[in-house]
């Protein structure tokens, strides 16, 4: 299994730049969710989904768009880059939301915009 | 609302024992969740507490009050390698229920020195 796994690693855009961060995960986990870490804040929510064809939106959705047309993929996309989106995303998944589901985190994608 | 409180950074020494503390405020408390991790690289599980008590895993092993909103990750014979900051998370039911699979603490930073 390769678990969760990210593209890019790292990326840099200019401002009004748009761009996907994949994910995959080969886990057949129903839920993932989309990350960002930024110095002195933790770990925010952006996007989650609850199984393929079902997203919502998280603690700062703003700026990003998610679909979830297969188990396996949930795409993180930045419409129109700002600097404020520099940061580290990390997409993570898990067999669900509630109980004893530990959240497996890919590797992440570090993210400049200029 | 929700809040989770855990201290910024910690130093120790190698073969000693550090605590990490942190306290949290939730709706609806469901579990709590320890991760690890190292700089650069994803949040790994530790380990999970839902009832009050200890759970011992290794070197590791954390501790839950519900009734005081409280946990403690114990790190015993430090080693150089868990230099990393410690991340705290809960279960939140009506976050959960809203979709918000774990909510995050700021993380502790801690660096063990020779």
């Known amino acids: 299994n390769a678990g969760v796994t990210q593209t890019p690693k790292f990326q840099v855009l200019k401002t009004g730049q748009s761009m996907t961060l994949q994910c995959a995960q080969d886990?057949?986990?129903?839920?993932m969710s989309w990350y960002r870490q930024d110095p002195g804040m933790g770990l925010r929510l952006i996007h989650y989904?609850?199984?393929?064809?079902?997203?919502d939106q998280g603690e700062v959705p703003n700026g990003y768009n998610v679909s979830r047309s297969t188990t396996e993929d949930f795409p993180l996309r930045l419409l129109s880059a700002a600097p404020s989106q520099t940061s580290v995303y990390f997409c993570?998944?898990?067999?669900?939301?509630?109980?004893?589901?530990?959240?497996?985190f890919g590797p992440g994608t570090r993210l400049t915009v200029l | 609302g929700q809040n989770i409180d855990q201290p910024t950074e910690m130093t120790a020494t190698e073969g000693a024992i550090v605590q990490i503390n942190c306290t949290y405020q939730?709706?609806?408390?469901?579990?709590l969740f320890w991760y690890q991790q190292h700089a650069g690289e994803a949040p790994t599980f530790l380990s999970y507490?839902?009832?009050?008590g200890l759970e011992e895993k290794g070197r590791f092993s954390s501790f839950l009050s519900r009734s005081k909103g409280y946990s403690y990750l114990l790190l015993k014979e430090l080693q150089m390698k868990d230099s990393a900051s410690y991340l705290c998370?809960?279960?939140?039911?009506?976050?959960?229920?809203?979709?918000?699979?774990?909510?995050f603490g700021k993380g502790t930073t801690l660096s063990v020195s020779s």
């Open positions: 939730t709706s609806g408390f469901n579990g």
């Open positions: 507490n839902v009832l009050d």
């Open positions: 993570a998944s898990s067999y669900s939301a509630g109980g004893h589901n530990e959240q497996f």
């Open positions: 886990m057949n986990h129903e839920y």
């Open positions: 989904s609850v199984g393929a064809g079902i997203t």
């Open positions: 998370a809960v279960r939140d039911e009506v976050a959960r229920q809203a979709g918000t699979a774990l909510i």
